[in-house]
């Protein structure tokens, strides 16, 4: 018979790590049996994890050897998709566990992470599902992602480890055009090349529920190609495109040389190198110059208002990608070098363009607005 109760359980590690952070609170959902012996461990075992700092890095007791041992940031939940991290948001989005399943050697933990309105209403961020799967006769948590993809196909070319649902027919040019891409990256930039994992699927939403992220917000819309680097574990995951995917590329190579580039350089270098959405940079050049053309009164000096677009084109990829392209045709590599080099706050970035370009930035927009109307033209 199926306990049916609701628990709001205070869970906590110690003293001194309570004097310091407020304990994470987690509501189990009526329908999870929380008699059985099993499942109270698994969600025991859950509520320690959340309570445990899961967004550091240390040899966390609560996490499998086996994932600690394969990846250098183990929970691939941690930082993927949400910047900083899913942890880091839980006084706000607090976590639900919707349901603990059964499958081969453990459970399958599913955790609604939400908000709700003043009128009640939820505000959902995302639901997880993580595995718990005893180890040394104790249940330790590991990632979904291999569970998820066990019947994948998985072909190595080169560096890269494509895997994909079966369904799909591995098109080997494809994959051999990007790791000739890879390799000549890595020559370009006088750097090793290194193995990664590359999942991809037909929409990426596919790829992040293998992942785990059995929902996120911004899911659905129209399909388009998009994609995410997890550089501290070298994975790329890509939906909407193909075995060919290089902006996530250059963002694995590349990022971890400037941990302090500011974000628009190192969105528009890949966007430069690898396009964004399926697109070249100068496609979004056109689009934005058209936009631009259409709004006059948007003033560029404030960039960072103008931080959306639409679903199509990112302000920050092609600002970005086009002052990339300046500073190599201007400089070659160590000029874009430099342009990584200034730091990662935006007063950074309007010194990165005087300093480089010599326009202040009181001068930005008219400055933007005929460069790229200059280059969309050619
Ligand atoms: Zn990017």
Redesign the pocket.
Known sequence: MRTICTIVVLVFCSASFFAQTPAVKISINNGVDTVDNDIAAVLHLWKKYLNSNPDSIYDNPYWSKDDKRRYNHFDLLRGTYFDPSIYAMMSYYKPTVLSVSEIEGGFRIRTLFSSHTDSGFAQPLCITEVVAAKEDGDYKLSNALSYNTKSWSKTNVGSITFIHPREHTFDRDLGERMSRFVDSLAMLWNIPVQPVEYYFADRLELVYKALGLDFYIGEGNHARPGGFADTHNRIVYAGGENEWYP?EFV?IYINPLFPNAHGYFL?GY?TLLGGHRGKSLSWHLKRMNQYLHDHPDLNLNDLFSFWHMDFTTDPSKVFGGLLCKMAEEKGGLPAVKKLFSFGSSNDDFYRAIEEMFGVKREGLNDFLRSTIAKYAGK
């Open positions: 902006h963002h969105e890949a």
